[in-house]
């Protein structure tokens, strides 16, 4: 500290150092020969500094500033996170009171109870049936339907298909209250000869094409052991879940040597009756679901 320095703070402590242009007194300290003035604070910016400190002060205690301490409210973001899905569960609540009361008719005539069906559909499917259905529900060969279509094994209206995901098809590991059905081992249970099965795999890898096959030597083959399932032309009988032969969708595969294999030993599909699985709301939400993909009917 210089000498002048030093005699400028000793003249402060004694008498104060007056600006002489605003007669104002000066903090004493010196800068190539500017000096600050002393003014006091303007009175408003000292409360708010005052009120942000205290506030400063509350807020490190009340929030979870450092590790050991979780803030006056406990808070943790899995307690934020429990409260909002806590909320998002009372408002799906106030929908699902009124979805259980619906029948899948009035779910389906109401906007509101529509898409709730649709966007829980949705998500319990990729969940649930998409393994065997495909993730677009475009099914799988191997007599995995295609639920995209208006091709129905057991029916395409949403009371049938609620029936159908509620009960199961041939789950009787399950319940004997599941849609059952069984088509004869034609070939491996020596019902027709060989001879007879070529002749029906000819005649029904033609049904589609739609001629007038009643000349084939298949057609009375189909008659008397095929038509009361299939029905008389093949587009096939829902009470049994026969599907239809006259198109050119197909479970099993639609070459000869499939159809062949399809009617010479066939293979029964089965679905697991989802009502052991899934909840009554649940099963509501998918049958609207599978209704609205692309083949739902009236
Ligand atoms: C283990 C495999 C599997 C799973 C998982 C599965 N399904 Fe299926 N599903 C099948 C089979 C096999 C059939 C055809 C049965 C037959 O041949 O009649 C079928 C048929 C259906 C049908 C009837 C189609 C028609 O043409 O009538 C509907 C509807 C259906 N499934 C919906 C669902 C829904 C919804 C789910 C999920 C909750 C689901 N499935 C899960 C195997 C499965
Ligand atoms: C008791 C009823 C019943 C009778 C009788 C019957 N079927 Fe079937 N058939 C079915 C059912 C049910 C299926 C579907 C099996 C499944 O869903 O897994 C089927 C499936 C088929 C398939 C496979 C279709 C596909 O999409 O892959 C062919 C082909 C077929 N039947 C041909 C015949 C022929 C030919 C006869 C007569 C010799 C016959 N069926 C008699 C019930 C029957």
Redo the contacts with the bound molecule.
Sequence with gaps: MSKKDHSQLHQHEHAPDIDKVSGVETTGHEWDGLKELNNPLPRWWLWVFLACCIWAAWFVFQRPMWPTHRGVENYTQFKELAESQAQIRARQNAYLERFSDASLDEIMADAELYNFALAG?NA??K???????GTG?EGNI??????NDD??????KVT??YQ??HS???DTAHTMET?I?AMPAFGVDNILPREDIQTLTDFVSKLHEGEDLTAHAGYKIFQENCATCHGADGKGG?EV?A?NLADEIW?FGGSREQIFRSIYNPR?????A?RY??DEN??KQ??V??HQLG?GEK
Excluded: K, Q
């Design positions: 559909g319990v499917f969940e649930n049936c998409a393994t065997c259905h529900a191997g007599g995995y339907p295609n639920l091709d129905w094994l057991w029916g395409g049938d298909i159908t995901i199961g098809i041939r849609r059905s829902r879940g599907p479970l029964m599909g089965m679905m697991p989802w699985r899934l649940t099963l998918l049958a679901y599978v083949g």
